[in-house]
């Protein structure tokens, strides 16, 4: 019933930008939600790198302060993650996630892939 649909990853140049979005379906956003997006590497543990509150504030992990800017829009229920200056060590899968504050309950979306290589 929950759904996560997201898209934009790809191949990109370093240096390079990409925009990510994760069109939400079943809960709604705008209500007792937390938005983050994490990556996933091979043989590295899945982080955290950004994340957004029902009331906008944001917090971005070191390794992408600067680059990467999270948003949502409530309108269409979307998230969004604009990726810039890319680098290969940003080559992962990224996710798009929403914890429901009252009940810790956590929903994930399938995952789109990002390389940086030249």
């Known amino acids: 019933q929950v759904q996560f649909v997201e898209s934009g990853g790809g191949l990109v140049q370093p240096g390079g930008s990409l925009r990510l979005a994760c069109v939400v379906s079943g809960i709604n956003l705008t209500r007792d939600y937390v938005v983050a997006w994490y990556r996933h590497t091979p043989g590295k543990q899945r982080e955290v790198i950004a994340t957004?509150?029902?009331?906008?504030?944001?917090w971005y992990d070191d390794s992408v302060e600067g680059r990467f800017t999270i948003s949502k829009d409530n309108a269409k229920n979307t998230a969004y993650m604009q990726m810039t200056t890319l680098q290969p060590e940003d080559t992962a899968v990224y996710y798009c996630?929403?914890?429901?504050?009252?009940?810790?309950?956590?929903?994930w979306g399938q995952g789109t892939p990002v390389t940086v290589s030249s």
């Open positions: 957004i509150l029902a009331g906008g504030d944001t």
């Open positions: 996630t929403a914890a429901h504050i009252p009940t810790n309950n956590r929903y």
